[in-house]
T-cell receptor, first 115, second 113 residues
Framework: GNSVTQMEGPVTLSEEAFLTINCTYT??????LFWYVQYPGEGLQLLLK?????DKGSNKGFEATYRKETTSFHLEKGSVQVSDSAVYFC??????????????FGTGTLLAVQP | KAGVTQTPRYLIKTRGQQVTLSCSPI?????VSWYQQTPGQGLQFLFE???????NKGNFPGRFSGRQFSNSRSEMNVSTLELGDSALYLC????????????FGSGTRLTVV
């Protein structure tokens, strides 16, 4: 079946540290891949996306590259800030020629950045 | 451009009651999906509506239902509430079928007592 596996949290970093949150997927077909972020008490915000192999999504200093050969979509940021503290979700979506699809989420990774 | 609006933001209900949650998508978005978020099960897909038709349904009991109106607004209903239905219910909209990504609302926090 289709699934997303992401690293367990919490991830605790000091401000300005390098961030990597690992995400791998299993999918029948060619999924689109997403990273969503959820701040306390809020819904999900789309952070970045990639729709085909080797695409790199980027936003607000975060990056992730769609690696088909390793079925991965790891999230990275060169220098984290306290304001980046949140839960990060990796997700995939399969779209078969316009047919309906849904987002399949990983379990989420809590990131805590300390000043 | 207004985002996805969910109402109410918080809700407390008693076991056995029913509840209706509302979602207004971004203007022009025709697809609306619903997700349940709980600490134990994470984010789980409930259903998706596109042009007033349910296109996909997750593995939830028949107590969970939804509908979409001609203006793309959507409602979901949960009947005979159970304690385990306590969750954050998230609505997401997209232009078509989500390939470009969904925009989520802030959610409705339902507590069943």
């Amino acid at each position: 079946g289709n699934s997303v596996t992401q690293m367990e949290g919490p991830v605790t970093l000091s401000e300005e540290a390098f961030l990597t949150i690992n995400c791998t997927y299993t999918a029948t077909g060619y999924p689109s891949l997403f990273w969503y972020v959820q701040y306390p008490g809020e819904g999900l915000q789309l952070l970045l996306k990639a729709t085909k192999a080797d695409d790199k999504g980027s936003n607000k200093g975060f990056e992730a590259t769609y690696r088909k050969e390793t079925t991965s979509f790891h999230l990275e940021k060169g220098s984290v800030q306290v304001s980046d503290s949140a839960v990060y979700f990796c997700a995939l979506s399969l779209n078969y020629g316009g047919a309906t699809n849904k987002l399949i989420f990983g379990t989420g990774t809590l990131l805590a950045v300390q000043p | 451009k207004a985002g996805v609006t969910q109402t109410p933001r918080y809700l407390i209900k008693t076991r056995g009651q029913q509840v209706t949650l509302s979602c207004s998508p971004i203007s022009g978005h025709r697809s609306v999906s619903w997700y349940q978020q709980t600490p134990g099960q994470g984010l789980q897909f409930l259903f998706e509506y596109f042009s007033e038709t349910q296109r996909n349904k997750g593995n939830f009991p028949g107590r969970f239902s939804g509908r979409q109106f001609s203006n793309s607004r959507s409602e979901m209903n949960v009947s005979t509430l159970e304690l385990g239905d306590s969750a954050l219910y998230l609505c997401a909209s997209s232009l078509a079928t989500g390939g470009l990504g969904y925009t989520f609302g802030s959610g409705t926090r339902l507590t069943v007592v």
